[in-house]
């Protein structure tokens, strides 16, 4: 095939030709033909209207394209298909509702100049409402609509890519996995995996203008715009494992600017570089030690052996993402989970096991004790059958609200645990004199290490299930059971084609004659309220009482999500931060408390802030919710001295806990603080007196929220004994703080960075290392006044 090199293919996937689509659509098209030289257009899919616009326009148009099971379009294969047909050195992927100019062309033409290796170039775009036609017959029409968008466009977020150019030779994106167009991620795996690959990847941001014609979602029929809330979105993220949440533009290691290509980030000092790389892998940031050693090694191409062994050897010693693993086990159809490995019975078909030890087209290897890899909403049924006896009891709650948490609205959690009050269960068990039950042979292990660690009786499960959000927002079938009494029982008829119990009296032949339970079964319903809530746009966050560590998963969403907030915190601190990896700990807590404010307290509402100092949430949110700020401003935990005037919100100067006439009882929605609690260390009457007068203040169905600094110096002993108000209302709250150590060992717990540690932290810590205090991480609990 001859190849030409001075023009380039455009290849698109439109929308259906309906509404605002059509305009905007129509506008993009005209637009990418009126560039010199003319590039070829390829358009691709059977929608609405596609057809008729290449025909209109003279344009190539590919109707046959792969798609999932919900028909959305492949992209791997518009890609590949895109390969086979163009006759151009370059190929841009564009979305159909951007308009592109001159420089477009221009700047790809400039890379061709400078660049020998293979390369992508992406950019962000110019968000602009405009829904008119445009004029691009008309001579000037893009200095005329360049003046218009440079008063009303706004510049997107780093995150959302709407055009790729790459070369037609290259190896970028032939290995490209099966991703859903439209659905999310697909777009930061492209960066990610060309940045893996020493593929050179161009910021174009300052030479290509591409403006985004503002739209809606209508052509996601039913659905959310939320990413998350969607099967097919889910499906993208597994496939995209790292890359689905990093590769942003800001990752590029070059930048195409008016003086040509420039890298985006120098190392001067290579030792420094490469300690960070270190330090994000012993943070457990991994994707972002990928990032940062490729963008090393593209300068320092003899380091890149020494980076590839460092991750390489810290994969290999820690567990890291299985999402790529068992991505094709995730269908855009019924998502049915099963704790544990799958039973080889056709009554399992269709579940999906979640395994301590496999990892196969049936299983996904993971723990139920740590958070679920799935979103919000996402789940059909979930199943624990025989499982959640081999579970400390203390830390079933928060797996049981963990499962709650998946479950779509009307969704079925199915328990069975063994039940002991059935004879067969007692007689075979080693008891005390008393008649306590301290081991069952029959559920493995030994006396001393027992594989059942309690012994479920109906009132125990119950206990356990009031505590939950089932409770709260959602209803408990409880269908088999002895009653406490050892002598009654009830057996309540089981529709086992919701998910199938291989130990009751009608499948187990040790208790069918006489016929009795051997397993208490209960079926747990999430409440449809969620459902209205999120049909009606409401999306809230249930909470009643929540303790969690914040993850770098959770900063990198947050930080995007709410790049408002992130941009006023800069223009009121002074501070960029955009390398947020690397900021203060403050950031990912301001950010969790604003995530939660925006997702759970309604506009109007009455908020109190304790030891807000010059708030930034309070000034944030001034037009939404009448603020107050308790603090003496007399410096406790490197507080402000001197109170600094604002009308943003109401100041009382006093500690909580000193039952302030200026706060009136039952008034506040929400009660909350950002690292203040862990600098208060009096005695339990004096903490008693600060969780008093929180209820007092709150109106019933208010929160108390806070986030909590803390940190464990390394090779120690860990405890927050010296943290006594953070220890003592995570008790009042009903949690156990062991949770806390037990959870700040996991992987995907943020840690403020050592390189943040230095320059924020280290001056106040009297310039200890961090290597003797251990870095900082974000504690974050919630309780709802009932």
């Not at 970028?172 to 930061?188: E, K, V």
């Not at 406790?636 to 000193?658: C, E, F, M």
């Not at 203040?697 to 940190?711: E, M, N, T, V």
Request: net charge negative; hydrophobic share 35%; charged share 25%.
């Amino acid at each position: 095939m001859d190849i030409d090199n001075n023009r380039i293919t455009i290849i698109t996937i439109p929308k259906p030709f309906d509404g605002c689509a059509a305009i905007s659509q129509r506008n993009a098209i005209s637009s990418w033909q009126s560039l010199q030289p003319m590039p070829d257009i390829i358009l691709f899919g059977d929608d609405k209207g596609v057809a008729d616009i290449a025909s209109e326009f003279g344009i190539t148009h590919v109707a046959k394209i792969d798609k999932n099971d919900c028909g959305t379009p492949l992209i791997n294969d518009v890609f590949s298909k895109a390969r086979t047909l163009s006759k151009t050195e370059s190929i841009a992927f564009v979305n159909t509702d951007i308009i592109l100019f001159q420089d477009f062309i221009d700047s790809i033409a400039i890379v061709k100049d400078q660049v020998s290796q293979d390369y992508i170039i992406i950019g962000q775009r110019w968000d602009i409402a405009f829904n008119g036609h445009l004029s691009t017959q008309e001579t000037g029409w893009q200095n005329q609509f360049l003046e218009y968008a440079h008063k009303h466009a706004r510049l997107h977020a780093p995150t959302g890519k709407d055009y790729f150019v790459f070369n037609v030779f290259s190896d970028a994106l032939r290995s490209m996995p099966p991703f859903a167009i439209g659905r999310g991620h697909f777009d930061n795996w492209i960066v990610f995996d060309a940045l893996l690959n020493e593929i050179m990847v161009i910021d174009a941001t300052d030479s290509i203008t591409a403006i985004h014609q503002d739209h809606d979602y209508d052509h996601i029929q039913g659905e959310s715009p939320s990413l998350l809330e969607r099967p097919e979105c889910l499906t993208n993220r597994l496939l995209a494992g790292y890359g689905a949440w990093h590769g942003h533009i800001s990752d590029a290691i070059w930048k195409l600017t008016s003086s040509g290509l420039v890298r985006n980030r120098s190392f001067e000092n290579l030792s420094e570089a490469v300690n960070i790389v270190t330090s994000l892998l012993l943070s457990n940031q991994i994707p972002q030690a990928m990032i940062l050693a490729a963008q090393i090694a593209d300068q320092y191409p003899s380091i890149k052996p020494l980076l590839q062994y460092k991750i390489k050897m810290f994969q290999h010693s820690r567990e890291v993402s299985l999402y790529p693993q068992f991505a094709n086990t995730i269908k855009s159809s019924a998502i049915k989970l099963y704790a544990g490995d799958i039973p080889d019975m056709p009554e399992y078909n269709g579940w999906t096991g979640l395994s301590l030890t496999q990892a196969n087209s049936r299983c996904i290897q993971h723990d139920i004790t740590q958070p679920l890899p799935f979103p919000d909403n996402s789940v059909d049924a979930f199943q624990a059958e025989d499982v959640f006896e081999h579970i400390q009891y203390d830390r079933l709650v928060s797996v049981v609200n963990e499962i709650y948490r998946v479950l779509k609205p009307g969704g079925l959690f199915r328990l069975s645990v063994p039940d002991y009050g059935c004879d067969l269960l007692r007689e075979r068990s080693i008891k005390t004199c008393s008649g306590e039950i301290i081991f069952d042979p029959g559920g493995g292990g030994t006396p001393e290490n027992p594989g059942h660690l309690w012994f479920p009786r109906v009132n125990s499960v119950y206990c356990l299930l009031e505590k939950t959000q089932f409770q709260t927002h959602g209803k408990m079938d409880f269908l088999h059971y002895w009653n406490v009494d050892d002598q009654t029982f009830v057996t309540r008829p089981i529709d086992y084609s919701k998910g199938h119990i291989k130990r009751t009296p009608d499948f187990d032949d040790r208790v069918k004659a006489p016929y009795r339970p051997m397993s208490i079964v209960v079926d747990l319903y999430k409440s449809n309220e969620v459902a209205r809530q999120i049909s009606n746009g409401d999306k809230s966050e249930q909470y009643n009482h929540h303790l969690s560590l914040s993850k770098t998963e959770q900063l990198v969403e947050w930080y995007h999500e709410h790049r408002d907030f992130v941009l006023f915190r800069e223009r009121m601190q002074g501070i960029c931060e955009v390398d947020f990896m690397n900021a203060d700990l403050k950031l990912i807590q301001d950010l969790c408390m604003c995530n939660f404010i925006r997702k759970n307290i309604r506009r109007g509402a009455k908020i109190l802030e304790i030891g807000g100092g010059n708030s930034r949430l309070l000034t944030f949110f001034k037009d939404y919710a009448e603020g107050w700020n308790l603090d003496k401003f007399e410096g406790v935990g490197n507080g402000p001295i001197g109170a600094v005037k604002s009308n943003d919100y109401k100041l009382v100067q006093n500690y909580i806990g000193n039952f302030d006439k200026g706060l009136p009882e039952q008034y506040f929605d929400l009660v909350f603080s950002v690292s203040v609690l862990e600098h208060i260390n009096d005695e339990d009457a004096v903490l008693s007196k600060i969780i008093c007068e929180i209820d007092r203040l709150l109106k019933p169905g208010g929160y108390s929220a806070h986030c909590i600094d803390c940190r464990f110096p390394p090779n120690q002993h860990q405890s927050i004994d010296n943290r006594r108000l953070a220890k003592y209302i995570i008790q009042q709250y009903g949690f156990d703080p062991q949770l806390v150590i037990d959870e700040s060992n996991k992987p995907y717990v943020f840690y403020m960075s050592d390189v943040a540690y230095d320059r924020f932290w280290k001056k106040a810590c009297n310039n200890r290392s961090h290597n003797i205090d251990g870095l900082p991480f974000n504690i974050f609990l919630v309780k709802r006044k009932i």
